[in-house]
């Protein structure tokens, strides 16, 4: 059975360098920028425990003697896809899709490596022996893989080993015995420091001559050497939970990876000075697809939750009957339901990996589509809401404890109220409100939803790379191949799809 929230945070007090203005953070389960946010990822591990939930979050593979996270099981039908999703689902409800990179996102993508381990036996190294321990030490530990496979944004017009010094980005400084030693640094670790091991690699294309750059390895989060640099605290600006519900709970936090001369063990690479196999570890396995299957569940109870919240506040103002307001909340309805038919369509249209009775992932032209979809619509989701609130959400007291002041008190009861909402009632929507479309943390996760697939520029090209476009220009010229000057109405004709359903 996996372990219990309990173990997770004790696993937590470990050697681990994690650095917050200025200061190393002893225990990151008591200072106060992380410990609620390590309790919150404590609470996913207990529900995989709880009666109830247990056969949701977790399987027992064939063979094993032990059940896993469900996320780290390779699905080989779509029964076992929709069974995935459940447990996506669950997960991303504890924390109201907030919670980007809970354990489960880069345990699927696990189980997407697996998926396709030829794809690790790269030309002068071969990682799948590696990769298959890996693999069973993630998964029978239920260990929480962290990740950072972004160069940092030094110079994005000069490829890795042409930046203007030679350690900026990570990459093997000294080849040992028993392993090798690496330097450089890799942004951006969400939730690495809440995790048990970090994968370092690169996501994104290398030139041909960056061989020194291109490997990948996972090593745990306390290896000597590793530096965790955090960005600013939103867990620790939060005045408590009633003033900054989401924020004081589910600030994932996002840190800068520096690696000073860190030794890692020939058993933890998993590519090698390889630059096609240490880029198609995430794209030619099912890895990548995996991802969008738990952030595609995720980013739909994120909707649903924002709606509800569009819902709660309109009611709050006494506008939600108004027609105008009715058609704000039924675009918002509508677009929840547009990210919620994306994941259930890309489950039925799944693709097989292998042959028949191999591994499954979602379909990868659906997915595509959700990366495109979900980074352009999210702002516009907070624009609605935003609009729908109106002053509401400035209109407060600075914190919860003006509520019992004996002077304030009352005139806050008084003037901050609404019609069947008082005071108390009205402000902690509206502090919640506040929390989840204005805040630091708001305008970090508008970011995120933005980016955390990769930029635009990379990903949209590879839609239409993907995207068959040579069909969709047949058939617009089968349109004007039927008409010519002079030509009378063309008859009947069949475009590129005909007879076929389209896929
Ligand atoms: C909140 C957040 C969390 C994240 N978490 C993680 C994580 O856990 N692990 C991880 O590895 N990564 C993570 N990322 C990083 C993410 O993968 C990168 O931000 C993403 O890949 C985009 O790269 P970039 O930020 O370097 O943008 P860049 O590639 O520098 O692009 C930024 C902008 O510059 C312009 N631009 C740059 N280059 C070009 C070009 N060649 N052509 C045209 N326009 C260009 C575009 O306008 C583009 O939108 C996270 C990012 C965010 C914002």
């Known amino acids: ?5 309990q173990d997770y945070l004790d696993s937590l007090r470990d050697g681990r360098a994690v650095w917050l203005d200025g200061e190393l953070v002893k225990d990151i389960t008591e200072h106060p920028a992380f410990r609620n946010t390590a309790r919150s990822i404590a609470n996913l591990y207990d529900l ?19 059940s896993v996270l469900r996320a780290y099981h390779v699905p080989r039908s779509h029964a076992e896809l929709v069974e995935r999703r459940k447990a996506f689902k669950t997960w991303s409800e504890a924390s109201f899709g907030f919670l980007g990179r809970s354990p489960d996102y880069m345990a699927t993508g696990i ?4 998926s396709a381990p030829e794809i690790f036996a790269g030309r002068e190294f071969d990682g799948r022996a590696n990769l298959d321990a890996y693999y069973r030490r993630m998964s029978e530990g239920s260990l929480y893989q962290s990740f950072t496979i972004t160069n940092p944004q030094i110079d994005r017009t000069k490829s890795a080993s042409e930046q203007e010094e030679d350690d900026l980005y990570v990459r093997v400084v000294k080849e040992k015995d028993d392993g090798i030693v690496v330097r450089g640094a890799k942004m951006i670790g969400t939730a690495a420091v809440f995790g048990d091991e970090i994968i370092v690699g690169t996501i994104e294309p290398l030139a041909p001559h960056d061989v020194e750059y291109a490997l990948t390895f996972s090593i745990p989060i306390d290896t000597p050497g590793l530096k965790f640099i955090s960005r600013t605290s939103y867990e620790a600006g939060a005045r408590s939970v009633f003033d900054n519900p989401l924020s004081s709970r589910f600030d994932e936090n996002d840190a800068l990876l520096v690696c000073d001369d860190v030794f890692v063990p020939w058993e933890r690479v998993l590519t090698y000075r390889d630059v096609e196999s240490s880029f198609l570890m995430w794209w030619g396995t099912p ?16 909707l649903e939750f924002l709606t509800g919240l569009a819902i709660l506040i309109t009611k709050a103002n006494n506008t939600y009957s108004l027609p105008p307001v ?14 919620k038919s994306m994941v259930l369509a890309a489950e039925s249209e799944y693709e097989t990996v292998g042959g028949p009775g191999g591994p499954v992932h979602i379909n990868r032209e659906i997915a595509s589509a959700h990366r495109a979809m979900a980074g352009d619509l999210y702002p516009k989701v907070l624009a609605e ?13 600075a914190s919860g404890y003006d509520l019992n002041h004996p002077e304030l008190g009352p005139l806050v009861a008084k003037y901050v109220r609404s019609p069947g909402h008082p005071a108390e009632q009205r402000i902690k929507l509206m502090k919640l409100a506040w929390d989840a479309l204005g805040s630091e943390f708001a305008s970090r996760h508008e970011q995120y939803e933005r980016f955390y697939h990769g930029a635009p520029h990379v990903y949209l ?3 239409v790379r993907d995207g068959r476009p040579d069909l ?8 004007l191949d039927g008409y010519d000057l002079g030509d009378g109405p063309a008859g009947p004709s069949a475009g590129p799809w005909s007879g076929r359903d389209g896929s």
């Open 1 to 5: 059975m996996p372990r219990s929230g």
């Open 48 to 66: 995989a425990q709880q009666d109830g939930l247990r056969d949701t979050l977790t399987v027992r593979p064939d063979g094993a003697e032990s």
């Open 111 to 114: 189980a997407g490596f697996v």
């Open 287 to 302: 890895a990548y697809h995996n991802f969008v299957h738990q952030a595609g569940v995720r980013y739909w109870t994120k």
């Open 326 to 339: 009715q058609m704000q909340i039924g675009r918002l309805i509508g677009w929840l339901n547009i990210a």
């Open 385 to 397: 809401l935003k609009m729908l609130a109106g002053g509401g959400l400035i209109q407060l007291p």
């Open 461 to 463: 090209p590879g839609i």
């Open 472 to 479: 969709l220009e047949a058939f617009t010229q089968s349109c």
